[in-house]
C-alpha cells in the first residue's frame, strides 16, 4: 500500500505523543515494505522532501508556532490547511490526524480529487470542553468538530473512550488503533539509584492536577512519615507546585527533577519507583501511565469523563479513585501499604500495546476493503 500521513508537528523535530506515533507506526510500515509518506511543515533544514527511516517527509510550508497565548493557533491550523491544497499524491490511504480539525476539510478535498481513501485519526473529542477551553468561542469548536467527524466513514479512535466519544457525535464507527511502546527496550532499562515511592511524569499544566497529587501527599505524609515522591518535567504551573508543596511543609518529601530529556533516565526512574500517580482528569490516552506499567509499577489515576488512563487499568494493574485528595490519598496508601500488585502482571498489562502490534492493527484496518468492517478489530 502507498499510505500518506498528515500532521502539522512532525517527529523527532516535534515531539509529543501524536507525533511519536506517526513516527512509529510510519517507520514499521515502511520496513514492511509500503510506501509512506507524511505532509507537515517543514520543521528541518535543507531540502523540502527528505527520507528518515524509510519514511517520505514532505515540508509543505515553513513552520509557524503552534501556540498563541497558550492556545492552539487558530491562524497557523487555517494556513496549515490552506497549503495543503497544493499536495498531489497517488496514495491508496490519506490519514489526517484531527486536530487543528482545518486540515480535515483539505484532507476531505483531496480525497475526493485525487482519490485516496480518507482516515481521520482522533486523538481527542472535546465536545463540552470547547466551551471551557475558548469561552463563547467555544461554540465555533464544538461546530467545526461536528462537522469533522462527517468528513468520512473511516473514522479511527486511540483509544476506547474516544472511540465512545466519536459514536456519541453520530459516527457509525471508529476502529481503535491505540499509541504504542517499544515494550522490549523498556524490559531492558536498568532502574535508576534515585528511588521514590510515588513518581510523576507528564507535564506541569492545570489540567494534569499535579497540586491533587501534592495535597494528597499532605496526607500521606501523616501515614507514611519519609514518603519520597518525584515530579518529572516542566510546565507553567512548576512555580505554583513548589509553591505550594513548600507551603505544605513538603519539600523535604518532593523533588522536582524539571524536564528529563533523556527518555530512558526517565524510565529508569519509572522502574525505581514503587507507585505511578496521574492526577490528570483529561488525557486522550495516558502514554505515561503505559509506560509505568511496563516498567512493572501500578498506577494510580482519576475517575473522570475526560481521562483515557481509566481505560488502561484494571485490578491487576492500578487503582481508580475519585478525584479528591482524601479518595487519592487513600488509593495511594492501600498500595504502599499492604495491597500487592504483581510487577508481572504490570509488565503483561502493557504488553499488547508493543509498537509492533500496534502497527500490525493500523496495517489490516487501513486495509479494509469496505467500511464499517462486518467485525472489529
Known amino acids: 500500500m502507498k499510505i500518506a500521513y498528515v500532521y502539522d508537528a512532525v517527529y523527532p523535530w516535534v515531539k509529543g505523543g501524536a507525533e511519536k506515533r506517526i513516527y512509529e507506526i510510519s517507520r514499521r510500515l515502511a520496513a514492511r515494505g509500503h510506501e509512506v509518506h507524511c505532509y507537515g511543515m517543514k520543521w528541518w533544514p535543507g531540502q523540502d522532501d527528505i527520507e528518515l527511516e524509510g519514511i517520505h517527509l514532505h515540508g509543505i510550508c515553513p513552520p509557524m508556532p503552534l501556540y498563541r497565548k497558550g492556545k492552539r493557533s487558530i491562524a497557523q491550523a487555517a494556513y496549515f490547511a490552506g497549503r495543503m491544497l497544493a499536495i498531489q499524491t497517488d496514495c491508496d490511504v490519506l490519514d489526517c490526524q484531527n486536530f487543528p480539525y482545518l486540515s480535515c476539510f483539505s484532507a476531505k478535498l483531496i480525497s475526493r480529487l485525487q482519490g485516496p481513501k480518507l482516515f481521520i485519526t482522533w486523538l481527542e473529542v472535546w465536545g463540552e470542553y470547547w466551551r471551557e477551553y475558548l469561552g463563547a468561542k467555544g461554540r465555533a469548536g464544538q461546530a467545526v468538530e461536528w462537522a469533522a467527524a462527517r468528513l468520512t466513514d473511516r473514522n479511527i479512535a486511540i483509544s476506547r473512550r474516544t472511540q465512545r466519544d466519536l459514536l456519541s457525535l453520530g459516527v457509525r464507527d471508529a476502529q481503535i488503533v491505540p499509541p504504542g511502546i517499544d515494550w522490549r527496550m523498556i524490559r531492558g532499562i536498568a532502574p535508576s539509584a534515585v528511588q521514590s515511592d510515588l513518581i510523576y511524569v507528564g507535564r506541569l499544566i492545570e489540567h494534569k492536577n499535579v497540586d491533587l497529587l501534592i495535597r494528597a501527599v499532605k496526607r500521606v505524609k501523616?501515614?507514611?512519615?519519609?514518603?519520597?515522591?518525584?515530579?518529572?518535567?516542566?510546565?507553567?504551573?512548576?512555580?505554583?507546585?513548589?509553591?505550594?508543596?513548600?507551603?505544605?511543609?513538603?519539600?523535604?518529601?518532593?523533588?522536582f527533577l524539571g524536564f528529563v530529556e533523556d527518555y530512558n533516565y526517565a524510565l529508569s526512574l519509572m522502574k525505581s519507583s514503587r507507585i505511578f500517580v496521574s492526577p490528570s482528569t483529561r488525557e486522550g490516552f495516558g502514554m505515561a501511565a503505559l509506560e509505568a506499567n511496563a516498567c512493572g509499577i501500578p498506577?494510580?489515576?482519576?475517575?473522570?469523563?475526560?481521562?483515557?488512563?481509566?481505560?488502561?487499568?484494571?485490578?491487576?494493574?492500578?487503582?481508580?479513585?475519585?478525584?479528591?485528595?482524601?479518595?487519592?490519598?487513600?488509593?495511594?496508601?492501600?498500595?504502599?501499604?499492604?495491597?500487592?500488585?504483581?510487577r508481572e502482571r504490570c509488565i503483561e498489562a502493557a504488553r499488547e500495546y508493543d509498537w509492533d502490534a500496534v502497527c500490525d492493527r493500523a496495517e489490516r484496518v487501513y486495509d479494509q476493503t469496505s467500511w464499517p468492517p462486518s467485525a472489529k478489530q
Do not use: F, W, Y
Request: proline fraction near 4%.
Open 222 to 255: 501523616s501515614e507514611i512519615p519519609d514518603v519520597r515522591v518525584l515530579i518529572v518535567g516542566d510546565g507553567p504551573e512548576m512555580n505554583n507546585l513548589k509553591l505550594l508543596a513548600r507551603e505544605l511543609d513538603l519539600s523535604q518529601s518532593i523533588s
Open 299 to 342: 498506577v494510580v489515576t482519576v475517575n473522570h469523563d475526560m481521562n483515557a488512563v481509566m481505560d488502561l487499568i484494571g485490578k491487576d494493574n492500578g487503582l481508580i479513585c475519585r478525584p479528591e485528595e482524601e479518595e487519592l490519598s487513600r488509593a495511594i496508601c492501600a498500595l504502599l501499604q499492604g495491597r500487592t500488585i504483581s
